[in-house]
């Protein structure tokens, strides 16, 4: 027992007197003093550590300032990165422009730009201070990362410099719980991607579920990208902040339930508004989401089926329940997500722009087979 606490309190010693812990930000915390770790595809926590030490405090500064100036583009990266890592993994193909851009096709047709040009500005960044050692597809996990980071529910225990200017306070000053770490948000990646050569086929692209979808619809199309329903269920979670078009969940309308009809009522007096994801805490990470499920809140068709499969109301539950639950396992699962290279992790390092391959000033015109061949 003795030498237990003796133990920990050495350990609490040395947290507190870790340079990394107690002077620098929260950005260099332990995640990037830990010894590097390989995982599959050569993808390693701590992969920049020689070739661009100050990759994770370039990228943040950026968009912490962007997300609190418009609190939108933290669920605009969001949106983005799950776009880019589904079809055929994490490889920026979501951002390549020209003919058989994924961006023209219809599940991309409202990803935001302004997110999109985000990835860029950060790019051009981090390539001046450390030259063309990092991937477009590396700066959108860490961008999205460091988003989810601002929009987290606990921002007000936040130890860092985070403004709160555009957070409701009441959300903002809750209690961080004993035992809750601000590592549930700020989350460790394995980096190391390659950016594609062309855009994924629009196949693969078309993989990505519709708002209609059912739920055994959704539980196979993730499985088939290796994801449990457990995973589904918590990065739907993502659902607690952004917005939607009316023409994504019009299919509800006729639906006899009184979320349905206000939904229906909302978009007849304005077609063009945007409903929020979350109608309760629409622009704070939390579990508010599956809190809504189970009282029929959810917006989409594939939102609200989940609380009614065998396989997955348990986890809508459980999530509801216990938000340090959701926490890590949103985490957990988008690491699980941002690790998917289903054709291994090849490619290159986008020089000139994450919106073009090296090669061409546009993309390629070749079409599925054009890819097939460089995969
Ligand atoms: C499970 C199946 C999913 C379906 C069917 C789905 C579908 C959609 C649709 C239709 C929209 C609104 C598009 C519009 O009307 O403009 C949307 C928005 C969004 N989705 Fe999903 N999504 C799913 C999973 C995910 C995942 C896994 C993530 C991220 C981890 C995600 C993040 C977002 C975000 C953040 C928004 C709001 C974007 C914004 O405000 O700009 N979604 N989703
Ligand atoms: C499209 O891309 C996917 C994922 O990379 C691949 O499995 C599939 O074979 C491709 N399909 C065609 C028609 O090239
Ligand atoms: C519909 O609009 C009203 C008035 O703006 C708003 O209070 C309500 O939350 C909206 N309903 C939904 C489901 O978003
Ligand atoms: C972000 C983006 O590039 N969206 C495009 C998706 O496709 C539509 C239709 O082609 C374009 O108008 C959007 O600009």
């Not at 979670?237 to 909302?266: I, M, P, W, Y």
Request: hydrophobic residues 40%; charged residues 20%.
């Amino acid at each position: 027992m003795a030498s237990s606490r003796a133990i920990l309190a050495m350990g609490l010693l040395a947290a507190v007197l870790s340079p990394a812990l107690s002077k620098r930000s929260f950005i260099s915390m332990p995640a990037d003093v830990s010894s590097p770790v390989t995982l599959a595809n050569g993808l390693s926590y701590g992969y920049h550590a020689n070739s661009c030490p100050q990759l994770q405090d370039i990228v943040w500064p950026i968009v912490e300032s962007a997300v609190l100036g418009e609190v939108a583009i933290a669920a605009g990266l969001l949106r983005i990165f799950f776009h880019d890592c589904f079809p055929q993994g994490c490889d920026a193909s979501v951002l390549l422009t020209g003919p058989n851009s994924e961006r023209d096709l219809p599940p991309n047709q409202t990803l935001q730009p302004r997110a999109m040009q985000l990835i860029e500005d950060v790019r051009v960044k981090v390539h001046a201070a450390c030259g063309a050692t990092v991937s477009c597809a590396d700066i959108i996990a860490l961008a999205t990362r460091d988003a989810v980071f601002v929009v987290r529910a606990h921002v007000g225990r936040c130890s860092c410099t985070v403004q709160q200017k555009h957070l409701p306070t009441s959300l903002a000053k809750e209690p961080m719980q004993a035992g809750e770490s601000e590592m549930f948000y700020f989350y460790d990646l394995p980096l190391g991607r390659f950016d594609s050569l062309e855009p994924a086929n629009s196949s693969a692209v078309f993989d990505l579920p519709q708002s209609t979808a059912d739920a055994n619809t959704l539980i196979n199309v993730f499985k088939s990208r290796n994801l449990e329903p457990i995973d589904l269920v918590a990065l739907s979670g993502a659902h607690t902040v952004g917005k939607a078009q009316c023409s994504s969940f019009n299919n509800r309308f006729s639906e006899d339930a009184d979320f349905a009809r206000r939904l229906a009522a909302n978009c007849s007096s304005d077609p063009n508004r945007l409903q929020d994801l979350d109608v309760e805490t629409p622009i704070v990470l939390d579990n508010q989401y599956f809190k809504n499920l189970m009282e029929g809140k959810g917006v989409f068709t594939s939102d609200q089926v989940l609380i009614s499969d065998g396989r997955t109301d348990w986890a809508v539950k459980g999530l509801a329940e216990n938000k340090y639950w959701f926490y890590s396992q949103f985490r957990d699962s988008l690491v699980k997500l941002s690790q998917y290279q289903p054709g291994g992790n090849v490619g290159e390092i986008r020089r000139n722009s994450c919106f073009t391959p090296n090669g061409q000033s546009i993309p390629a015109t070749a079409g599925d087979e054009g890819f097939a061949a460089s995969a």
